[in-house]
């Protein structure tokens, strides 16, 4: 007897999509749902870099795939723009027909979590680095927490400190007087 097989979905991602071609869009949401049936995408498209800036304005996907050349301006320089006015919050994945090494690395050095050359996309390529970026994207933010953290912590130690010195400065004070005294006689 055969036993069908449904897969669960373990989990839900909105991804948002900024290319202007509407084939390429297609492509990669067929490609991420195709090679991962245990996630439940939503796709959320822009068709320019106006549009994914308004978009971003108010809502935060779990990653962003980002076109290269958009009809209003570079990605890389939308890219730039995002992390300098701290408006995203997920990875940024560059996605680009012009794939150099010039590219992915100014991608990388402007905040990209990956890139990849059209022509050496496949589903599999594109949701493991789906995955890849939004584990590392997490990691970044669990470690700049936690530097938060023991940066206020310093603080407080610091200001703790300075009220204990305080405290034995005004004890030094009174004991100097009777100290003084005695010496005095």
């Given at each position: 007897?055969?036993?069908?097989?449904?897969?669960?979905?373990?989990?839900?991602?909105?991804?948002?999509?900024?290319?202007?071609?509407?084939?390429?869009?297609?492509?990669?949401?067929?490609?991420?749902?195709?090679?991962?049936?245990?996630?439940?995408?939503?796709?959320?498209?822009?068709?320019?870099?106006?549009?994914?800036?308004?978009?971003l304005g108010s809502c935060q996907p779990d990653c962003v795939l980002l076109d290269y050349i958009l009809p209003d301006r570079l990605g890389l320089d939308l890219l730039k723009d995002l992390a300098s006015q701290d408006l995203i919050k997920a990875p940024v994945i560059m996605l680009t027909?012009?794939?150099?090494?010039?590219?992915?690395?100014?991608?990388?050095?402007?905040?990209?979590?990956?890139?990849?050359?059209?022509?050496?996309?496949?589903?599999?390529?594109?949701?493991?680095?789906?995955?890849?970026?939004?584990?590392?994207?997490?990691?970044?933010?669990?470690?700049?927490?936690?530097?938060?953290?023991?940066?206020?912590?310093?603080?407080?130690?610091?200001?703790?400190?300075?009220?204990?010195?305080?405290?034995?400065?005004?004890?030094?004070?009174?004991?100097?007087?009777?100290?003084?005294?005695?010496?005095?006689?």
């Amino acid at each position: 007897m055969l036993q069908k097989h449904s897969f669960e979905k373990l989990r839900k991602l909105q991804i948002l999509i900024v290319d202007d071609n509407p084939g390429d869009r297609l492509l990669y949401q067929t490609m991420i749902t195709e090679s991962d049936p245990t996630t439940d995408y939503d796709f959320v498209i822009a068709d320019s870099a106006s549009v994914a800036m308004e978009w971003l304005g108010s809502c935060q996907p779990d990653c962003v795939l980002l076109d290269y050349i958009l009809p209003d301006r570079l990605g890389l320089d939308l890219l730039k723009d995002l992390a300098s006015q701290d408006l995203i919050k997920a990875p940024v994945i560059m996605l680009t027909g012009f794939g150099d090494e010039a590219t992915a690395v100014s991608a990388m050095q402007s905040g990209a979590h990956g890139y990849i050359p059209k022509r050496d996309l496949d589903g599999k390529k594109l949701t493991k680095t789906i995955d890849c970026a939004i584990k590392a994207h997490a990691e970044m933010r669990v470690l700049a927490d936690s530097q938060a953290e023991i940066h206020a912590r310093n603080k407080s130690l610091e200001l703790k400190y300075e009220q204990i010195e305080a405290f034995y400065q005004g004890v030094l004070g009174k004991l100097k007087g009777p100290v003084n005294a005695i010496k005095d006689i």
